[in-house]
Nanobody
């Protein structure tokens, strides 16, 4: 199982980025996928996730209405579209996966450090600054 996050960068406040999580070694449709972020000196935060069984999604209150998670099973890739970015969104962003048929926010409730996710990719840095 491998995951690789990409798409981070430097963006001005109010700007947009789309992160990609390329996956391999497993069937994406059978796994819950989550996006997490960690800023320096802070705990890892659950940002968004998508359930395997019904594509139900979860968003943290801090990103609701600005971020959108989507899954392209044909490309084995999960995306996180981030709009209206704020300086407080600055962090390293990670995608993670775990095989589970239930609601993905079960993982969010498990909390840091690993939220119960078995597989993690390397992070991609997002910096929001003018």
């Amino acid at each position: 199982v491998q995951l690789q996050a990409s798409g981070g960068g430097l963006v001005q406040p109010g700007g947009s980025l789309r992160l990609s999580c390329a996956t391999s070694g497993f069937t994406l449709d059978y796994y819950a996928i989550g996006w997490f972020r960690q800023a320096p000196g802070k705990e890892r935060e659950g940002v968004s996730c998508i359930s395997s069984s019904d594509d139900n999604t979860y968003y943290a209150n801090s990103v609701k209405g600005r971020f959108t998670l989507s899954r392209d099973s044909a490309k084995s890739t999960v995306y996180l579209q981030m709009n209206s970015l704020k300086p407080e969104d600055t962090a390293a962003y990670y995608c993670a996966a775990d095989r589970y048929a239930g609601p993905c926010d079960d993982y969010i409730r498990m909390g840091p450090p690993d939220y119960g996710m078995d597989y993690w990719g390397k992070g991609t840095q997002v910096t929001v600054s003018s």
